[in-house]
């Protein structure tokens, strides 16, 4: 008896670290995107406008380098989509450019040809 409580407690112990393991993949990824981002008001577009995309944790515009760094949940999105975000917020996206009617939007200060 003593022995099939410890095989029965083994087996559904494996059973837990193979589903545990079965749910690792995609979820912690990390990209870097080249914006047009000039000043402090597109860094707060951009973060705030990232925050309400499905499967990103978080978005992180350093202004000077006018790098983004986004942490997302690839099984809920992917780098195309969050690009596409940050183009529908009116910023180029690496080679990707602002989607026209979205940039025509932005405040002056945040045109690619603004003075800061």
């Known amino acids: 008896m003593k022995t099939l409580k410890i095989w029965l407690f083994s087996l559904v112990l494996t059973g837990l670290a193979t589903v545990g393991f ?9 990209v870097k995107i080249k914006t047009s981002a ?5 860094k707060a577009t951009l973060e705030k406008g990232l925050a309400y995309e ?4 978080k978005a992180t515009l350093d ?3 006018k790098i983004l760094t986004v942490s997302y949940n690839g099984e ?3 780098l195309d989509k969050i690009k596409k975000a940050v183009n529908e917020l009116g910023y ?3 080679n990707s450019p602002a989607a026209p009617r ?10 690619k ?4």
Do not use: F, I, P
Request: hydrophobic share 25%.
């Open 38 to 42: 000039v000043c402090g008001m597109c």
């Open 92 to 94: 180029d996206a690496d």
């Open 54 to 57: 499905k499967g990103v944790n």
């Open 63 to 65: 202004v000077e380098s």
């Open 113 to 116: 040809d603004a003075v800061h």
């Open 22 to 30: 079965a749910q690792g993949g995609k979820k912690g990824e990390e």
């Open 102 to 111: 979205a940039y025509d939007r932005l405040d002056a200060c945040c045109k």
């Open 76 to 78: 809920k999105t992917s």
